[in-house]
C-alpha cells in the first residue's frame, strides 16, 4: 500500500518555527517531483512549495518565499517543510504529496499530483 504520512505539525507561536516531514512507504519517489499543499478551514487547498527529484530545484508560493524551505533525502523517501516566522493565517491543514510524471519539473496546480497524504494540523497563535 503507497503511503504518505506527515509529521510535525503542531501549536506554534506566531514568528515561530516548525519543520514538517513527509516520509514515503509502499514505493519509492525519488525519481518524482514532490510538494507540500496547504487547506485552511473554509478555503480551497494552495499550492506551497514543491521540490523536483534531485532537490536542486525549488518552488514557492510568493507568500512563503525566503521563510519556507523544502528539501528532500532520497535515501529516507522524505521530503521536509522548514517553516520559519509562521503567521497565524497561515493555520490549516498541511499535506504532502507525489506527482507522477518521472523525473517531471514541479508544478503548483494540485492535479499534477496523484499521491496524497492524509495532512497534518499547523496551528499559529497570535
Known amino acids: 500500500q503507497v503511503q504518505l504520512v506527515e509529521s510535525g505539525g503542531g501549536l506554534v507561536q506566531a514568528g515561530g518555527s516548525l519543520r514538517l516531514s513527509c516520509a514515503a512507504s509502499?514505493?519509492?519517489?525519488?525519481?518524482?517531483?514532490m510538494g507540500w499543499f496547504r487547506q485552511a478551514p473554509g478555503k480551497v487547498r494552495e499550492f506551497v512549495a514543491a521540490i523536483n527529484w534531485s532537490g536542486a530545484g525549488t518552488y514557492y508560493a510568493d507568500s512563503v518565499k525566503g521563510r519556507f524551505t523544502i528539501s528532500r533525502d532520497n535515501a529516507k523517501d522524505t521530503v521536509y517543510l522548514q517553516m520559519n516566522s509562521v503567521q497565524p493565517e497561515e493555520t490549516a491543514d498541511y499535506f504532502c504529496?507525489?506527482?507522477?510524471?518521472?523525473?517531471?519539473?514541479?508544478?503548483?496546480?494540485?492535479?499534477?499530483?496523484?499521491?496524497w497524504g492524509q495532512g497534518t494540523q499547523v496551528t499559529v497563535s497570535s
Open positions: 509502499g514505493r519509492t519517489f525519488n525519481s518524482y517531483p
Open positions: 504529496a507525489a506527482a507522477s510524471t518521472l523525473y517531471g519539473v514541479p508544478t503548483m496546480g494540485p492535479g499534477e499530483y496523484e499521491y
